[in-house]
Nanobody, 115 residues
Framework: QVQLVESGGGLVQPGGSLRLSCAAS????????MGWYRQAPGKQRDLVAT???????NYAESVKGRFTISRDNAKRTVYLQMNSLKPEDTAAYYC?????????WGQGTQVTVSS
């Protein structure tokens, strides 16, 4: 059983920045590949970024050059630094880990980009 708790969402103006955090309860956090997804109202949940246990990162084309995923294994936390935010980035953002046969999700944190 893994618990994921996201934080850091909010309302920001276009061009602004936010940093999301996801704290994981598992002691094997450093061995896990982690991901961030987002879901806008009426749309499917889409992959935003992933980071492997070794630190290799991958990004959706729509966020490349603007978002950065990172991790702190000592704090069992994965981050998503979001810069140059656009209205189309508005969504609920979810932390994810796949462990064994189970996909774990956090409760989500809302990001709204609006002037």
């Amino acid at each position: 059983q893994v618990q994921l708790v996201e934080s850091g969402g909010g309302l920001v103006q276009p061009g602004g920045s936010l940093r999301l955090s996801c704290a994981a309860s598992t002691t094997i956090f450093s061995m896990l590949n982690m991901g961030w997804y987002r879901q806008a109202p009426g749309k499917q949940r889409d992959l935003v970024a992933t980071i492997t246990s070794g630190g290799t990162t991958n990004y959706a084309e729509s966020v490349k050059g603007r978002f950065t995923i990172s991790r702190d294994n000592a704090k069992r936390t994965v981050y998503l630094q979001m810069n140059s935010l656009k209205p189309e980035d508005t969504a609920a953002y979810y932390c994810n880990v796949h462990l064994g046969s189970t996909n774990y999700w956090g409760q989500g944190t809302q990001v709204t980009v609006s002037s």
